[in-house]
């Protein structure tokens, strides 16, 4: 299938979602005081889509597929940052919502790894 715009891939579609869905776990309170742990998961999670729009924006096949490994490799950064924000106690009533978003990023990978 040949897409037109990156905003077409369903991959970037989900990663949009993960986003919007992480920056409202973030708004919660535990993050209030963490700012450089709210910040690296802000930017990584944003990370995922923006390199998956750079390669596609690149034109050539090559760097799509070089862009997708690094989007991968910040899905991977994400899911790393959720699992050690899970430990923490002060998100330990948030450890369901965590967890849902580990695996959205573990789908994420696997679908930029296809």
């Known amino acids: ?15 949009i979602d993960l ?12 993050f209030s005081r963490k700012y450089s742990l709210r910040d690296q998961l802000e930017r990584a999670t944003l990370s995922i889509s923006n390199n998956i729009a750079e390669g596609f924006e690149r034109g050539t ?5 070089t862009f997708l490994y690094i989007a991968r490799v ?13 430990r923490l106690k002060a998100f330990q009533e948030l450890k369901s919502e965590i967890s849902d ?3 959205q990023a573990e789908s ?3 679908q930029l790894r296809a």
């Open 74 to 86: 910040s899905a991977g950064e994400v899911r790393s940052m959720l699992c050690f924000i899970e």
């Open 61 to 65: 096949t090559q760097e799509l597929l």
């Open 1 to 15: 299938m040949t897409y037109e715009r990156f905003e077409d891939f369903p991959v970037w579609k989900t990663t």
């Open 101 to 103: 978003f580990k695996s």
């Open 19 to 30: 986003a919007e869905k992480i920056y409202s776990l973030i708004e919660k309170t535990p």
């Open 108 to 110: 994420i990978s696997r």
